[in-house]
C-alpha cells in the first residue's frame, strides 16, 4: 500500500462516527457525502490477502445496518443519487434494510462445499470496492474436523432476519438460544439449502445429546438432518439418531444397509445373520432371512462351480464359461444360473432349479419364465418341451404356459428357436387375431394358411398369398386351397 503522509494523517484523524446533534436528520446528504469518503478511505485495504482468517468476510469492517453499507446498497438498487437521498430520508439506513423484499436463495448445497456462490449472488463490500471475483470460505468433506469453517451467505441483524447479501460466518452464535433461532429463523425461509447449513454448523458445535434433544420437537430440520445423513453416509450418527429417537424399525433398516459396504462375501454373510434377530416388520424379516440364506447358498455354489470350471471335466462349463460370479447376485439372476448350468440335478442340491423354487417360494410364472430363458439360450428344445407338458390324472399330456404361449413365441423366437419349434407353440395361442399376428411376424405360413382355412376367409387368404415365396409349397398349398371346391369360403 502507497500512501502519503497527508492520506495517512487524513484517515487516522478523520471518522465516521459524530456526536449527536438534532440537525442530524435535516443533514443527510452531509452524512452521504462523509460516508463515501470513508468507504474510499478503506479502498487501500482491500488489495490486502489474508487467507489465514478465514472467518473475516469482509474487510470493510462495517457493522449491518451502517451507513456505508447502506451506500453500496443505495448504489446497487437506485439508478441516481436523488432516488438514494429520498429513500435515506424516508427511514434510517437500519430500518430500510429491515423492510427490503426477501430475496430467494442464492446459495446452493453443492456450491456450499466447492467454496463459491452461484451466479447473481451478492457480493461482500470489499468484492464490490475491490472489483475481484467474490471469495467465500466453506468447508470441504475432505478437511480436518478442526478445520471446518462454516461459511454462508446471509446477512444477520438483531431481530435474527435473514438476507442473503453478503458472506458472513455462523461461528458469531455462540450460545445454544442464539443457534436454536437461527435455526427457527432457517426452517421458516423454506429454504432447504439453508436449514441443511445450519444444521451441518449445529451438528459442529452442539453435542449429539443436545442436538437430538432440540430437533426431536423440531421435526422439519429434524427430517432434512435425517436425509442429509443418509446422503453423506454418516451412518454411525444416523443410527444414534433412530436410537435416540426410538425409532426401532428405522434403526435397524439402517443398520441393515451397512452390509452394502462389507465387500468379503463370508464376511457379509455373518452380518447378515446378525441382522435376522432385529426389529423388523414381518415382511421386511421374511427378506432379510431370505438375503442370508441365498447369500449361504450362492457362497456354497460359487466355490463348488469354481472347482469344476477349473477341472475342466464338465461339459457345459467348457463349452459356455462363466463370465461373472454368482456371488451378491438376485434371487432372479441365482435361478437363471441354476437353471443354466445345474438343470438337471436333483432336488436336494443347493444349486437345483427346483431346491431353489422350494426354499424361497418362487412363484410358478417367475420360474417358468426364468427356466425357458436359460435353457432356449442353450437351445435344450426338449427341455423347453418338457417345461409345458403336464399330465393328468388319467394319464393324458396337455401343454400349458402359466405365461401364455404368446409370451412363449417370443421368447422363443429371441433365442433363434427354429421355425418348426416357433409353429407349434404359435398354433397353441388360443386368440386367433394374436396367433395371425405372429404366424405372419415370425412368418410361420402353415398356421397363417390354416387359421385363414378354419376361418373360411378367402380373402386374408389371398392377400397372404403375396406374402409367400412364387413358386414355393407355401404358394402351392394356397392355390390347391382356393381352387377346393369342399370348402365353403365365406368372402
Request: aromatic residues 10%; glycine residues 4%; proline residues 3%.
Amino acid at each position: 500500500m502507497n500512501r502519503t503522509k497527508g492520506d495517512e494523517e487524513e484517515y487516522w484523524n478523520s471518522s465516521k462516527f459524530k456526536a449527536f446533534t438534532f440537525d442530524d436528520e435535516d443533514d443527510e446528504l452531509s452524512q452521504l457525502k462523509e460516508s463515501k469518503r470513508a468507504v474510499n478511505s478503506l479502498r487501500d485495504f482491500v488489495d490486502d490477502d489474508d487467507d489465514d482468517d478465514l472467518e473475516r468476510v469482509s474487510w470493510s469492517g462495517e457493522p449491518v445496518g451502517s451507513i456505508s453499507w447502506s451506500i453500496k446498497e443505495t448504489a446497487g438498487n437506485s439508478g441516481s443519487s436523488h432516488e438514494g437521498r429520498e429513500q435515506l430520508k424516508s427511514r434510517n439506513s437500519f430500518s430500510s434494510y429491515a423492510q427490503l423484499p426477501k430475496p430467494t436463495s442464492t446459495y446452493s448445497l453443492s456450491s456450499f462445499f466447492r467454496g463459491r456462490t452461484r451466479p447473481g449472488s451478492f457480493q461482500s463490500l470489499s468484492d464490490a470496492l475491490s472489483d475481484t471475483p467474490a471469495k467465500s470460505y466453506a468447508p470441504e468433506l475432505g478437511r480436518p474436523k478442526g478445520e471446518y469453517r462454516v461459511s454462508y451467505s446471509i446477512h444477520w441483524c438483531d431481530s435474527f432476519h435473514m438476507l442473503f447479501c453478503q458472506v458472513c460466518s455462523l461461528e458469531r452464535f455462540r450460545s445454544l438460544q442464539d443457534k436454536l433461532q437461527l435455526l427457527e429463523e432457517a426452517v421458516s425461509m423454506h429454504d432447504g439449502n439453508v436449514i441443511t447449513a445450519v444444521l451441518i454448523f449445529l451438528k459442529r458445535t452442539l453435542s449429539k445429546e443436545i442436538l437430538f434433544r432440540e430437533l426431536e420437537v423440531r421435526q422439519v430440520a429434524l427430517r432434512h438432518l435425517i436425509h442429509f445423513l443418509k446422503e453423506i453416509g454418516d451412518q454411525k450418527l444416523l443410527l444414534d439418531l433412530f436410537r435416540f429417537l426410538d425409532r426401532t424399525e428405522e434403526l435397524a433398516l439402517s443398520h441393515y444397509r451397512e452390509h452394502l459396504n462389507i465387500q468379503d462375501p463370508d464376511k457379509r454373510k455373518e452380518f447378515l445373520k446378525t441382522c435376522i434377530g432385529l426389529p423388523f416388520s414381518a415382511e421386511d424379516s421374511a427378506h432379510i432371512q431370505d438375503h442370508y440364506t441365498l447369500l449361504e447358498r450362492q457362497i456354497i455354489i460359487e466355490a463348488n462351480d469354481r472347482h469344476l470350471e477349473s477341472a475342466g471335466q464338465t461339459e457345459i462349463f467348457r463349452k459356455h464359461p462363466r463370465k461373472a460370479s454368482i456371488l451378491n447376485m438376485p434371487l432372479v439372476t441365482t435361478l437363471f444360473y441354476s437353471c443354466f448350468y445345474h438343470y438337471t440335478e436333483a432336488e436336494g442340491t443347493f444349486s437345483s432349479p427346483v431346491n431353489l423354487k422350494k426354499t424361497f417360494k418362487i412363484p410358478d410364472k417367475q420360474y417358468v419364465l426364468t427356466a425357458l430363458a436359460a435353457r432356449a439360450k442353450l437351445r435344450a428344445w426338449n427341455d423347453v418341451d418338457a417345461l409345458f407338458t403336464t399330465k393328468n390324472w388319467l394319464g393324458y399330456t396337455k401343454k400349458r404356459a402359466p405365461i401364455g404361449f404368446h409370451r412363449v413365441v417370443e421368447i422363443l423366437h429371441k433365442n433363434n428357436a427354429p421355425v418348426q419349434i416357433l409353429q407349434e407353440y404359435v398354433n397353441l395361442v388360443e386368440d386367433v387375431d394374436t396367433k395371425l399376428n405372429l404366424a405372419t411376424k415370425f412368418k410361420c405360413h402353415d398356421v397363417v394358411i390354416d387359421t385363414c382355412r378354419d376361418l373360411k376367409d378367402r380373402q386374408q387368404l389371398l392377400a397372404y398369398r403375396s406374402k409367400v415365396d412364387k413358386g414355393s409349397a407355401e404358394e402351392e398349398k394356397i392355390d390347391a386351397l382356393l381352387s377346393s371346391s369342399q370348402i365353403r369360403w365365406k368372402n
